[in-house]
């Protein structure tokens, strides 16, 4: 495993949450934590894949710093279910940042989902709980369904299935935050339709470019989808329908 010093580690994260306008969201005691969730993630990662970008430095940048640019659009206190969480992201980087949030990591894993669970304690997390279920499942529990202040998702499936997936777990007025790269452009576009029949609209669209220190840069776009209408009963659909036929 690549051996990581916890100085040059923190150092290292806050100069780029610096150098990505997000500095705001980190002190000394949330690096410290995020050098722990590198080390036990890297450790894990070697019987279990969790992630495929096992560089420190790279992770800094494509994991923490591409999650903390959609941090500050959950509103203050936010409810907020993580669909296919994964390995934690955003969750877990959001629970460090953001204590005020109360974060629920979905996933359809549940090895993934409890090593979610397990990292958030060792990190002395509070405000993470984790669920494995199928979404498309899960969104249709009376205790899930329309539940959630807000909707989070990130490297989980295109815009159209995942506005199907994800709704109708938010609250009427609430949002669906998503988390997407170069795309998302496209990706809004070929939602629209998914959009209207699941009752949100677009309201706000942020693309910023995560600068590394090598000079290389990365396109980070934060969707804003406001739910205005409840969602209709029937969605979502089993997920081999939804694949078939997205929205
Ligand atoms: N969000 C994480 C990230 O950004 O690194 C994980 C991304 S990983 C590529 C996709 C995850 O979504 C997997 O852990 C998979 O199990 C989960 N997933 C995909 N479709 C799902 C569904 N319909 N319901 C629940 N989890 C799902």
Known sequence: MVEIQQSVFCEELLAAAEKNGVSSLLN??????????????????????????????????????????????FPLGASVIDVGCGAGFPSLPLAI???????????ATGKKAKYVKDTASLLGLSNVDTVTARAEDAAHLSSMREAFDCATARAVAGLPVLCEICLPFVKKNGLFIA???????????????????LGAKEE???????????????????????????????????????????L
Do not use: W
């Open 204 to 246: 706000q669209t942020h693309a910023t470019h995560i600068h590394d220190f090598s000079g290389e840069t990365f396109l980070h776009t934060t969707l804003l989808l406001r739910k205005k209408e409840e969602t209709p009963a029937l969605y979502p659909r089993p997920y081999a329908k939804i694949l078939k036929k997205p």
């Open 28 to 73: 000394g005691e949330r690096a410290e934590k995020f050098f722990l969730l590198t080390k036990h993630m890297l450790t894990v990662n070697e019987s279990f894949n969790l992630t495929a970008i096992k560089e420190p430095r790279r992770i800094i940048f494509l994991h923490y710093i591409d999650c903390l640019l959609g941090a500050s659009f």
């Open 179 to 197: 988390m997407k790269g170069k795309n998302a452009g496209e990706e809004l576009e070929a939602a629209r339709s998914a959009l209207e029949k």
């Open 97 to 107: 940042c953001r204590p005020d949030l109360k974060i629920t990591g979905l996933d």
